[in-house]
T-cell receptor, first 116, second 113 residues
Framework: GAVVSQHPSRVICKSGTSVKIECRSL??????MFWYRQFPKKSLMLMAT?????????EQGVEKDKFLINHASLTLSTLTVTSAHPEDSSFYIC????????????FGPGTRLTVL | AQSVTQPDIHITVSEGASLELRCNYS??????LFWYVQSPGQGLQLLLK??????LVQGIKGFEAEFKRSQSSFNLRKPSVHWSDAAEYFC???????????FGAGTTVTVRA
């Protein structure tokens, strides 16, 4: 089946720094990708929709200046957590819909961000 | 607004026993319903999905789920669990072709020998 990768798998950074997380669709093209955030023992929360060639669409309550999303190509979306703080520590997961129109989404393995 | 409730936070089941995970949803139109499994270090894997048609859906790894519109439920079942079924299970609801998913809080399944 289709594969979505994320890099890095885990990152530790100091408070105030910015961190970039990459999401790649490895064997299919994705004009749309999604970014989720998952807190420990909690559900996944949709943060934003990443659109290739246009601006991302953010869910209510998500700071677009804090979480910068760039969908540079049909296989790559990046999430940059700017000026990270400890409360941004979380598990970030991306997904991409199947390009064959099967209404199936493929999820990346996630990135564990820890902000000290 | 769409939402999903998974009433059971944690379920422990003996290997070989049956398993049922509950899922209730709230959605204003015809929902697309999904069950995903998440194992440590791995991405969410789709177990099965319901869009329309037969309300009993067969998935991978021996799982099945039944859509009951009258009860707004989409419960997941497996007749005989294996130790490898220990994982986190998420029910999700989405709209037609917008791909946005709302997830339940998840149910952790522990399998004891």
């Amino acid at each position: 089946g289709a594969v979505v990768s994320q890099h890095p798998s885990r990152v530790i950074c100091k408070s105030g720094t910015s961190v970039k997380i990459e999401c790649r669709s490895l064997d299919f093209q994705a004009t749309t990708m999604f970014w989720y955030r998952q807190f420990p023992k909690k559900s996944l929360m949709l943060m934003a929709t990443s659109n290739e060639g246009s601006k991302a669409t953010y869910e209510q309550g998500v700071e677009k200046d804090k979480f910068l999303i760039n969908h540079a190509s049909l296989t790559l979306s990046t999430l940059t957590v700017t000026s990270a703080h400890p409360e941004d520590s979380s598990f970030y997961i991306c997904s991409a819909p199947d390009s064959l129109g099967t209404d199936t989404q493929y999820f990346g393995p996630g990135t564990r961000l820890t902000v000290l | 607004a769409q939402s999903v409730t998974q009433p059971d936070i944690h379920i422990t089941v003996s290997e070989g026993a049956s398993l049922e995970l509950r899922c209730n949803y709230s959605y204003g139109a015809t929902p697309y319903l999904f069950w995903y499994v998440q194992s440590p270090g791995q991405g969410l894997q789709l177990l099965l999905k319901y869009f329309s048609g037969d309300t009993l859906v067969q998935g991978i790894k021996g799982f099945e789920a039944e859509f009951k519109r009258s009860q707004s439920s989409f419960n997941l079942r497996k007749p005989s669990v294996h130790w490898s079924d220990a994982a986190e299970y998420f029910c999700a609801v989405g709209g037609v072709s917008d791909y946005k998913l709302s997830f339940g809080a998840g149910t952790t399944v522990t399998v004891r020998a």
